[in-house]
């Protein structure tokens, strides 16, 4: 029988993940700058100590447009731009000491050359191909979720257009975004979701677990608002994120992980083992050598069995 832990809830300090969403030209970048600047500011009033900015560019050379208005550190990200790169940049962040990582855009990491739709069309282009992928981006997912940093995250949005008129009577088009690019539902990830509108760069939210900004309506997204943000995430008590780098074991966890990669290796046997080529690229996908034994985290494993269970056998 499950046995549960009752505790008084608290609300605990945590690492603010943002999205911002809008079509090319909405101001995705400038207002992800403004933001962690503002964040690095009041963490910096808080801690006495300077909170680096990493930007990861996806965009060409977008990414250098505001260098002599902000100070942050740059990182090109280049094709492919397969779960795995975006799971070691946070990583790299981390280790590196950054206190925040724009990531602009996750699009391409969905979109992408080498993303996650090209690499379900190289798996066959089947529902059954989502078995291989959908692991390797719910491990991005959690490494966004999981990281002990801040992170903002920028994505395209589906382009769509509004027919109008203006005042004189005469029929405009206006370019309007209708989501993002990305995975149905990953917007929701995030402690803050702002769509940006192309014409006025200002934002609106569209999902809010601060409360900060539910009934500001449009408005352009400041340095304040940076400020406000970090406020708000350290106004709980003491937190420390689970982080895959620095997870800490306990026996419990060891004997579920034991379980889970034993369980791996009776699949594998019955799939044909090193025989069988689709079971070894996928399992390569979360160890080096495709030996499951190698796993060490207990996410990581579960991934790993669920993938493996979308593998056929060999006929």
């Known amino acids: 029988m499950a046995q549960f832990t009752i505790k008084k809830a608290v609300r605990e300090k945590i690492y603010p993940?943002?999205?911002?969403?809008?079509?090319?030209?909405?101001?995705?970048?400038?207002?992800?700058?403004?933001?962690?600047?503002?964040?690095?500011?009041?963490?910096?009033?808080?801690?006495?100590?300077?909170?680096?900015?990493?930007?990861?560019?996806?965009?060409q050379?977008?990414?250098?447009?505001?260098?002599?208005e902000f100070n942050y550190d740059i990182v090109d990200i280049e094709a492919p731009h397969e779960p795995e790169k975006?799971?070691?940049?946070?990583?790299?962040?981390?280790?590196?000491?950054?206190?925040?990582?724009?990531?602009?855009?996750?699009?391409?990491?969905?979109?992408?050359?080498?993303?996650?739709?090209?690499?379900?069309?190289?798996?066959?282009?089947?529902?059954?191909?989502?078995?291989?992928?959908?692991?390797?981006?719910?491990?991005?997912?959690?490494?966004?979720?999981?990281?002990?940093?801040?992170?903002?995250?920028?994505?395209?949005?589906?382009?769509?257009?509004?027919?109008?008129?203006?005042?004189?009577?005469?029929?405009?088009?206006?370019k309007i975004g209708a989501g993002a690019k990305q995975r149905e539902g990953f917007e929701y990830e995030f402690t803050c979701t702002f769509m940006l509108d192309v014409k006025t760069n200002t934002a609106e939210v569209e999902k809010d677990n601060t409360h900060l900004f539910e009934s500001a309506g449009p408005k352009l997204?400041?340095?304040?608002?940076?400020?406000?943000?970090i406020k708000w995430a350290n106004s709980g008590q003491g937190y420390t994120p689970p982080s895959r780098l620095q997870a800490?074991?306990?026996?419990?966890?060891e004997e579920q992980l034991a379980a889970i990669k034993k369980e791996i290796v009776t699949i594998c046997t019955e799939l044909g083992g090193t025989k069988n080529k689709d079971l070894m690229d996928t399992l390569k996908q979360y160890t080096k050598t495709g030996n499951p034994n190698a796993i060490k985290e207990v996410n990581v494993a579960n991934e790993c069995l669920t993938a493996i269970k979308g593998v056929k056998p060999l006929e």
């Open 61 to 68: 050379k977008r990414g250098y447009y505001y260098a002599d």
């Open 17 to 59: 993940k943002v999205a911002l969403i809008a079509p090319s030209g909405g101001g995705k970048t400038y207002s992800a700058l403004r933001l962690a600047t503002g964040m690095a500011e009041e963490l910096k009033d808080l801690n006495g100590v300077e909170a680096k900015i990493l930007l990861a560019n996806t965009e």
């Open 86 to 174: 975006y799971v070691e940049l946070i990583d790299f962040a981390v280790e590196n000491g950054y206190s925040i990582l724009i990531i602009d855009s996750s699009s391409h990491e969905w979109e992408g050359k080498g993303g996650c739709l090209e690499l379900q069309q190289r798996a066959g282009g089947t529902y059954q191909a989502w078995s291989k992928i959908t692991p390797r981006h719910a491990r991005f997912i959690s490494a966004i979720a999981d990281s002990p940093i801040i992170v903002i995250s920028t994505m395209r949005a589906k382009d769509q257009y509004e027919v109008g008129k203006d005042e004189r009577g005469k029929t405009t088009v206006q």
């Open 221 to 229: 997204l400041t340095e304040e608002d940076g400020h406000k943000i």
């Open 248 to 253: 800490e074991s306990n026996p419990n966890t």
